[in-house]
């Protein structure tokens, strides 16, 4: 499997998302410039997290513009597959392909601890590696994480199984108690129509080796490699 992720000024999470894919895959990772025009021919497509362009404006909204996300865009509307995480998932509505937006968290607060989560949907590339209702540990890092779209979105979202993701409790239950930012009906992750695309805030890259304190991100990258070699 042969994987990009895409780099602007202000990403933190580049070299993590790289290290994380190159040790699942044992392949070398492309790294393409934000403002480059071309795109490698890859397998997947990573937009990383971090603050892109210092999240003037809000988070995301001037790195959707940046020449690279229309080849980005492009490469995912000829089926190839794009993982956002964290300001990734910021861009990737910022620049419509996936609805909804990241507001303030509720608490107006930072947040960057781990949280529990529950998987939603295990018939994915991305969510493959883990079981349905399975409930994972993973670190978040925002602020701007609060998901919210109109009832409609919403109500769509979960009549065709786009949820991927939500936060919850460490029993499971996906209430108050376990959302961290406000996200409406307590969405962490959602897919695209054909669920090629995902857009989470949790940090997966995060959780990929023990030595980090946690592996529970590490089934994402495995099911990657797996779904696409």
């Known amino acids: 499997m042969k994987a990009a992720v895409i780099v602007f000024p ?33 397998d997947l497509i990573v937009v990383p997290g971090g603050f892109s362009y210092g999240d003037y404006l809000r988070g995301g909204a001037m790195a959707a513009h940046s020449p690279i996300m229309r080849e980005v865009k492009s490469a995912a509307e000829g089926g190839t597959p794009v993982l956002g995480i964290c300001n990734g998932f910021q861009v990737l509505t910022e620049c419509g392909m996936l609805p909804g937006v990241l507001m303030r968290n509720a608490s107006l607060k930072f947040i960057c601890r781990p949280v529990t989560l529950r998987i939603e ?5 991305f969510t493959a590696g883990y079981e349905e209702g399975q409930v994972v540990e993973i670190p978040v890092a925002h602020n701007e994480g609060n998901y919210f779209a109109d009832d409609d979105t919403l109500n769509r979202l979960e009549g065709e199984g786009r949820v991927a993701i939500r936060y919850a409790t460490a029993d499971g239950e996906t209430g108050p108690d376990g959302n961290p930012n ?33 592996t529970d991100g590490k089934a994402m990258f495995d099911g990657l490699v797996e779904a696409l070699s």
């Open 121 to 125: 949907d295990s018939q994915s590339i």
């Open 10 to 42: 202000g990403s933190n999470c580049d070299r993590d998302a790289k290290v994380a894919l190159e040790s699942a895959t044992g392949n070398p990772v492309d790294m393409v410039w934000h403002g480059d025009h071309d795109l490698p021919k890859v």
């Open 182 to 214: 406000g996200s409406a009906r307590n969405i962490a992750g959602i897919f695209n129509d054909t669920k090629t695309v995902l857009g989470l805030m949790p940090h997966p890259e995060r959780a990929a080796d023990a030595k980090h304190g946690g």
